[in-house]
């Protein structure tokens, strides 16, 4: 691989010119939203304004014809082009295939993966519409960076059109372990259509290697030490590029006015109690049921006079159209339900469960107040909540970050307690630890935690995958 440039290389590219992102969903962000808008879009926005971009992606509008023709409009110095989608593309692409297929597969959960062939047939159908509209929009030096499972096919799409623009594809989710991803009947062509990108980013060194061992067992073809390989006649690199967040943003976040309310509104409710949080959108994935089992196992631990712990579990509604999340809903709602029935008393209420979301001024005053932040997901591909506690905490009196071993994130933050969320004792045990710990162990924890989330950030995020995009060259152009 040609060597890396600097921070500065950004400004200075070896290739291209524009920078056109590709998002399955796209809400166009004006002005004062951009600071409530999630790490990720913060992340994009900045790329974009730096290279002179274009966002491109579904609308979020559905239509019973045929969509209309794309429409586009500048907000904040950046270009969006927006289709809409069929309601039936739609239901079989996104909810259906890409929620229902790729989703649970990609998460290790087979027993909930459905393989049905016309959901296969829409997700490559929309794929195919998006590569038509896209490339009537692209310039020849365009850099194109590709966001996600939804849009897998959309290289070998555009190749098929003839589009030869540089592309760059991020999984934000695992890559699954071989053995796992063979199960679905269409694992050839879709690993064949990661390999027509320029370059591939995973999450994490163990999403890489699982979609290296799935290359050299399934598809006959070896990497090269600097993560080269050729397939199909084109040369594809394969990288992991860490995700992370807008560290110094968030650290301040929990000192602002809107913080501040909040915390001291949570801070009036829970009388002197130490505070657990965990913060995640309402999927399986999260561990939530199983964290809130564990959590059930500590009160018994601590026993009824123990009125000490309060733990609040904000989980924001996700995918409700989608069957699975509405039986999880069920799920978590009845543990909820029992474990208040057993534990509250007049004066006490062990579990606040909020099915909700929250601003992320919000959010980061609730961290920055608790004692432990409960970050337990049975698999995930970085977990950005973790990175958010880290952040949001007081360097004086850090709280403890409790994290799945499952997350991408625990490769980076060795200073949480990590745990196995299958382990529900094991989780319970961390929390009691947790709770007991010292200031001296927290400090220092928490240190070598946000050291990590402050390498890590999200501009790191987005700069190396910018410099890969535009810089990359195979081994053999090098000759
Ligand atoms: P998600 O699965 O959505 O992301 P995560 O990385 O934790 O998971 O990001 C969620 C974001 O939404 C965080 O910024 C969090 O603060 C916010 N959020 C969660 N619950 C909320 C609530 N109740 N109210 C308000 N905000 C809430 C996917 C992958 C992850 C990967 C990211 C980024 O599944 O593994 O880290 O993309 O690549």
Redesign the pocket.
């Known amino acids: 691989m040609t060597p890396a440039r600097g921070k500065g290389a950004a400004a200075q590219p070896a290739h291209g010119g524009r920078l056109v992102v590709v998002s399955n969903r796209v809400t166009v962000i004006r002005g004062k939203q951009a600071t409530q808008a999630?790490?990720?879009a913060v992340g994009l926005l900045a790329a974009l304004k730096e290279a002179g971009g274009l966002w491109f992606g579904w609308s979020g509008e559905t239509t019973t014809d045929a969509p209309g023709p794309v429409r586009t409009q500048t907000a904040g110095g950046i270009g969006y082009a927006l289709t809409d989608l069929s309601v039936d593309d739609l239901e079989d692409y996104y909810n259906n295939f890409a929620n229902r297929t790729l989703w649970p597969l990609f998460h290790y959960r087979i027993d909930l993966a459905t393989y049905e062939p016309h959901w296969y047939a829409a997700y490559r159908r929309v794929n195919r519409f998006f590569a038509e509209r896209l490339k009537a929009l692209l310039r020849p030096d365009d850099l194109v960076w590709i966001h996600?499972y939804h849009l897998i096919p959309l290289a070998a799409e555009l190749r098929r059109l003839g589009v030869q623009n540089r592309l760059a594809f991020?999984l934000?989710?695992?890559f699954p372990a071989p053995e796992l991803y063979v199960t679905m009947p269409w694992q050839r062509e879709l690993a064949l259509d990661l390999c027509q990108y320029d370059v591939v980013g995973f999450?994490t060194p163990t999403d890489l290697r699982q979609f290296k061992n799935y290359v050299e067992l399934e598809l006959g073809r070896r990497f090269d030490a600097d993560g080269w390989t050729h397939v199909e006649g084109r040369h594809v690199l394969a990288a992991a590029v860490p995700?992370g967040?807008e560290a110094e943003e968030f650290a301040q976040m929990p000192y602002l006015p809107e913080a501040q309310r909040q915390r001291q509104r949570l801070k009036e409710a829970i009388r002197g109690r130490r505070l657990i949080i965990g913060?995640?959108?309402l999927?399986y994935?999260?561990g939530i049921a199983e964290r809130l089992k564990s959590f059930l196992l500590l009160l018994e631990t601590l026993g009824h006079d123990d009125k000490s712990t309060s733990f609040m579990q904000?989980?924001?509604p996700?995918r409700s159209d989608v069957p699975e999340y509405v039986n999880l809903r069920v799920e978590v709602e009845t543990l909820a339900g029992h474990i208040n029935g057993r534990f509250s008393d007049s004066d006490y209420v062990p579990l606040r469960y909020?099915n909700?979301?929250?601003?992320?001024t919000?959010?980061a005053g609730f961290f920055h107040l608790s004692a432990i932040g409960l970050?337990t997901?049975l698999r995930?591909?970085?977990?950005?909540?973790?990175k958010?506690y880290v952040a949001a905490q007081n360097p004086d009196d850090p709280g403890v970050l409790v994290l799945s071993r499952f997350?991408?994130?625990a490769g980076e933050l060795d200073g949480a307690l990590i745990v196995n969320p299958y382990d529900l004792h094991q989780v319970a045990r961390a929390m009691q630890a947790g709770l007991g710990m010292p200031l001296d162990e927290r400090k220092d924890r928490w240190e070598r935690m946000m050291a990590k989330v402050r390498h890590f950030d999200i501009r790191g995020w987005w700069t190396k995958s910018m410099r890969l995009l535009r810089e990359a060259t195979p081994p053999q152009r090098e000759s």
């Not at 909700?356 to 992320?360: A, C, E, L, P």
């Not at 591909?381 to 973790?386: I, K």
């Open positions: 999630g790490g990720l996600d991020f934000h989710i695992p999450q995700i967040i913060v995640d959108r999927d994935t999260k904000i989980s924001a996700s909020i909700r979301s929250f601003s992320r919000a959010l970050v997901p995930d591909g970085m977990n950005l909540v973790a958010e997350a991408g994130a």
